[in-house]
C-alpha cells in the first residue's frame, strides 16, 4: 500500500504545478516535483520534508492545496503506529521523571498492542474492512484527547467563543465536538490503512523528553525503520490531565507538524465557507478525500 501511494504522488508530481515548498520528495522512482520557487528537483528519497512555515506561506489558497497536503500527510502518517500514551495515577512533582519513563514504556506496549491487530486483521480485511477500523480505533480510545485536538485546529475559530453570548458558546462548543468526531473518524481509517502496509517495520522508543516549563508535558521520540534501514522519527507531544493519564496533544513526523497543518488547512477552509463552520466540519473528510483522488487519479 505504501508504494501504491508513493506512486500516486509521483504521478501526480509528473504533471501538476507544485503547491508546496518541498526539500526532497517522494520515490525512488525517478520524476521530478516543482517546488514553489519554480524549481524541478530529482525525485530521490522516499520522505517528503515540507519547508512549511505556515505564516511565511499565508495559509493555503484553496481545495488543491488542501487535499494534496491531506494525502502527503496521512502518507507520512501512515508510519505513525501508536497515536498515544496513556499513565494512570496521581503523580507529584517528585515522581514526575519516573512517570515520564513510564511513558515511554507504554508507548511500547501500546504499539506491540496494535500491531497485533494489524496482523489478525490479514485474515478477514477483505471481507470486513470495517471491524479492522473498529478494532484500532478501540485500542485508541481514551488516549487521544480529540476534543483538545479539535480545539488547537479551530485555533482562532474557537478562541472567538470568548467573545459570544452564552448561547453562541454552547453552539461553538457543539461544532468543536462534531469536529472532534469528525477527526477522530479520518485519521483513525488514515492510519489504519497505513498500519497493514507498515506492519513489518522495526520500532524503538528513543526516550523521552521533559518539557522545563512543566512536569505534566512531555516529548516522547520514536524511531521507525523502513526500507533500506531508513529511519522516521516521530515525536508524540504528550500531555498529563488531572486523571493522572497522558494523552496525545500533537504528533510531528519528520518535520511535518500534524496540527499546524490541520489548523492552516481548517483556517483555509473557514475562509472558502465564509466562516461556516458547519460547512467545514461536514466536508473535512469527504470532500478532501474526494478532491486528492481526483488529481491523483486513482
Known sequence: ??????????????????????????????????????????????????SLAAGRMG????????????????????????????????????????????????ISDVTAQVMTVVAEANAYFDEDPDRYYREIDDALAGLVDWRGFATAVMGEYYSRGRAMDQAGRANLKRQRDDFARTLREGLIRSYAKGLLAFGGARMEVQGVEASPQSARVASVTQLVYGEAERVYTIRYQMGQYKDGAWRLRNLIIETINLGEIYRNQFSALAKDADDDLDSVIAQWNEAVIAQAEELTGD
Open 59 to 106: 495559509g493555503f489558497r484553496g481545495f488543491k492545496e488542501f487535499a494534496v497536503l491531506h494525502r502527503l500527510t496521512c502518507l507520512l502518517a501512515h508510519m505513525a503506529l501508536c497515536l498515544a500514551v496513556t499513565h494512570s495515577g496521581s503523580v507529584r512533582a517528585d515522581q514526575a521523571s519516573a512517570s515520564q519513563r513510564g511513558a515511554a514504556e507504554v
Open 1 to 50: 500500500m505504501l508504494s501504491y501511494s508513493v506512486r500516486l504522488v509521483g504521478k501526480w508530481a509528473e504533471r501538476r504545478s507544485g503547491i508546496i515548498a518541498c526539500e526532497s520528495v517522494l520515490s525512488k522512482r525517478g520524476g521530478s516535483i516543482i517546488t514553489s520557487l519554480g524549481q524541478s528537483n530529482p525525485v530521490n528519497s522516499d520522505i517528503v520534508r515540507y
